[in-house]
């Protein structure tokens, strides 16, 4: 294993899509990371609630484009930067720090 340095919003978009995948080996980690109050704090929030509606959003939209379904590649993307707004409004609201992920 290797242990990586993330913002805080990657890591809990991560978790999210662990949480959607039904696969939360890594919640231990983060929370050792954050704090257990501050994992709460994050958990419970709006802004983590909404990031799980955008990747389940977005994972619909990428399989339907798998499966030649009604969706255009336009579409995908705006759901994509969608998912990448959520991340900038988590780390807005629990981190000091600047998401150093970008998009265009």
Same mark, same amino acid.
């Given at each position: 294993?290797?242990?990586?340095? =993330?913002?805080? *919003?990657? *890591?809990?978009?991560?978790?999210?899509?662990? &949480?959607?995948?039904?696969?939360? +080996?890594?919640? *231990?980690?983060?929370?050792?990371? =954050? %704090?257990?109050?501050?994992?709460?704090?994050?958990?419970?929030?709006? &802004?983590?609630? !909404?990031?799980? &509606?955008?990747?389940?959003?977005?994972?619909?939209? =990428?399989?339907? *484009?798998?499966? %030649? %379904?009604?969706?255009?590649?336009?579409? =995908?993307?705006?759901? +994509? !930067? &969608?998912?990448?707004?959520?991340? !900038?409004? !988590?780390?807005?609201?629990?981190?000091?720090? +600047?998401?150093?992920?970008?998009?265009?």
């Amino acid at each position: 294993m290797i242990q990586l340095l =993330v913002d805080e *919003a990657y *890591a809990f978009d991560y978790l999210s899509i662990l &949480e959607i995948k039904k696969d939360i +080996n890594c919640k *231990a980690n983060i929370q050792q990371e =954050v %704090g257990k109050e501050k994992m709460l704090d994050i958990i419970n929030s709006e &802004e983590y609630k !909404l990031m799980i &509606e955008t990747n389940k959003l977005t994972f619909d939209a =990428v399989e339907k *484009a798998r499966y %030649g %379904g009604d969706i255009t590649a336009k579409e =995908v993307d705006r759901i +994509n !930067l &969608e998912r990448h707004k959520r991340k !900038l409004e !988590l780390q807005r609201k629990f981190s000091h720090n +600047n998401l150093t992920e970008y998009k265009t």
